[in-house]
C-alpha cells in the first residue's frame, strides 16, 4: 500500500515547464514555505535551481530524474506520496512514470486530454495500481474537472431537490477569455500523428465511450457535435466545443466507476452557446466551419507539418496579464427522467484563463487532495469526481478561484 512516512507529499515533475512553473508558484504562493512537503523535480539541475531562486523559496527540496529510465522514474515515485505531472505530450513522455507509480503504490495526477493514451495505460496497469493501492487520476485540469465536477456537482442538487439523478446533462461553454499553448497543441498534433499511422488510435479517438471500463455495454450517446444546432432549453444556437471529445468520455467514465448512480442510459454532451436568432446562427456557424477547417488541415499530414511550424511551439503560453485577465464560465443544465419542467442548472466559474492560470490551480488542489485527504476509493485508474469529487469540490471553492453554484 502506498507508504505515509515517505519523503515527500508531493513530487511536482516537469516543474521548468510552462504549466510547471505556474504550479510551483501556486503553491509557494497560496501555501508557503514548510506546510506542504514538496519537491521541485525535472531533468536539469541547473533550470530547477533557476526556478527556485525565481521562487524565492530557497529550502525548497529538487530532485533531478529521466522520463526515459523506468528505473529512475520508479525511484522518484518510491519518494513521495504522490507525482503531480505536467511533462507532456503524455503518449510520448508519460507512461514509463505511470507504470513507476502503480508499482511503488503510488498516487498521480496529470493534466493529459490524451484519450488514446489514457485508454492505453488503464488497460496495461490497471491491476497493477489496484494492487499496490496507487491512485492514477488523469484530467485534473480544464479538461477535465469543469466537467467532471460539474456534473456530479448538478446531480447532488438533482437528487436533493426531485429525489432522482438527471438522466441527461448538457454542457454549455459560455463567456471565456484565455490563450492557446505550445504544449497543448503538441499533444494534438502528436494524438492527430498516430492516429494517422495507426487505424485502432483512430477507432479509440472517435469512441464516445473510450474510457469505459472492460466488459461493460456503452450507453446511448452517439459522437460529438460537429455542426450548428439549436438547444431550446438556452433558447441559444451552439457550435462544437473542442475539449469535449476528451470531457464527454472522462464524464462517462465516472458515471461507469460510480456504478452507473445516473443510469446506464445517461446522456451527456458539451457545446459552445453562441446567442439567438440570426446573429447566433451566424456566429456558431462561422465557429463550426471554423472548426471543421482547422481539424481537417491539422488531419492532413503534409497541411499540419506546414500549420505545426506557425502554431504556438512548446514551453510557450499566455503572459502572466492574459491569464489573470481570463476568465471562463460554463453552465451546465440537467433534465429529470421523467418530467420536462423539473429541471436544474449550475454555473462554473473560473477566474482565470481555463487553459493555465485555473488549471494550474486545479491541477495543484488535486496532488493535495490526493496526498493529504480522505478518499473512499481504494487504488486504480479514477476520473477526478470519481476519486475526489467532494474534497476536491471544497478545495477549489476555497483556494483555487473556482465556483459552482446552482441558478434558479
Known amino acids: 500500500m502506498t507508504g505515509q512516512d515517505r519523503e515527500f507529499e508531493i513530487i511536482l515533475w516537469g516543474a521548468t515547464g510552462f504549466t510547471g512553473k505556474l504550479v510551483a508558484d501556486y503553491l509557494v504562493h497560496q501555501y508557503g514555505q514548510g506546510d506542504v512537503k514538496w519537491a521541485l523535480a525535472g531533468r536539469s539541475q541547473a533550470k530547477l535551481e533557476q526556478l527556485r531562486d525565481e521562487l524565492g523559496v530557497d529550502e525548497l527540496p529538487i530532485v533531478t530524474a529521466d522520463s526515459e529510465d523506468w528505473q529512475s522514474m520508479s525511484t522518484l515515485a518510491s519518494r513521495s506520496k504522490v507525482i503531480c505531472t505536467t511533462v507532456g505530450p503524455y503518449a510520448l513522455y508519460g507512461t514509463p512514470l505511470v507504470s513507476a507509480c502503480a ?20 488497460s496495461q496497469y490497471q491491476s497493477h495500481a489496484a494492487a499496490s493501492g496507487a491512485r492514477i487520476v488523469h484530467t485534473c485540469g480544464f479538461d477535465s474537472i469543469p466537467s467532471d465536477l460539474g456534473v456530479w456537482f448538478l ?40 492516429a494517422a499511422d495507426n487505424p485502432e488510435v483512430r477507432r479509440v479517438v472517435g469512441n464516445p465511450y473510450a474510457l469505459y471500463p472492460d466488459g461493460v455495454e456503452p450507453g446511448l450517446d452517439g459522437g460529438d457535435q460537429a455542426n450548428v444546432r439549436y438547444d ?20 462517462r467514465r465516472s458515471n461507469a466507476l460510480l456504478d452507473f ?3 446506464k442510459s445517461f446522456r451527456y454532451d458539451e457545446s459552445v452557446l453562441c446567442g439567438g436568432g440570426v446573429s447566433g446562427w451566424g456566429k456558431a456557424s462561422g465557429a463550426a466551419l471554423a472548426s471543421g477547417a482547422g481539424m481537417g488541415l491539422l488531419g492532413f499530414p503534409p497541411t499540419r507539418r506546414l500549420l505545426a511550424k506557425r502554431l504556438p511551439q512548446p514551453g510557450s503560453g499566455p503572459t502572466r496579464e492574459q491569464r489573470e485577465n481570463g476568465y471562463y464560465e460554463i453552465f451546465l443544465h440537467g ?25 494550474s490551480k486545479m491541477l495543484a488542489e488535486s496532488a493535495l487532495c490526493l496526498a493529504r485527504d480522505e478518499l473512499a476509493v481504494d487504488g486504480g485508474f479514477w476520473t477526478p469526481a470519481s476519486a475526489m469529487a467532494e474534497p476536491l469540490l471544497a478545495r477549489l471553492q476555497a483556494s483555487a478561484g473556482l465556483t459552482f453554484e446552482v441558478l434558479d
Not at 429541471?343 to 482565470?352: A, F, I, L, M, T
Request: glycine share 12%; hydrophobic share 35%.
Open 103 to 122: 508499482e511503488q503504490g503510488t498516487h498521480y495526477c496529470d493534466l493529459t486530454g490524451e484519450v488514446q493514451w489514457m485508454q492505453r495505460v488503464i
Open 232 to 251: 431550446k432549453d438556452f433558447a441559444s444556437w451552439t457550435a462544437p466545443f473542442v475539449m469535449a471529445a476528451i470531457n464527454t468520455r472522462v464524464v
Open 261 to 263: 448512480p445516473w443510469g
Open 155 to 194: 446531480q447532488q442538487e438533482m437528487l436533493a431537490r426531485y429525489g432522482v439523478y438527471a438522466s441527461e446533462v448538457k454542457y454549455r461553454v459560455g463567456k471565456t477569455r484565455g490563450g492557446a499553448s505550445g504544449g497543448t497543441i503538441y499533444s494534438i498534433l502528436n494524438m492527430l500523428d498516430e
Open 335 to 359: 433534465c429529470h427522467p421523467d418530467h420536462p419542467d423539473a429541471e436544474v442548472r449550475v454555473r462554473v466559474y473560473g477566474d482565470r484563463d481555463p487553459g493555465y492560470g485555473s488549471t
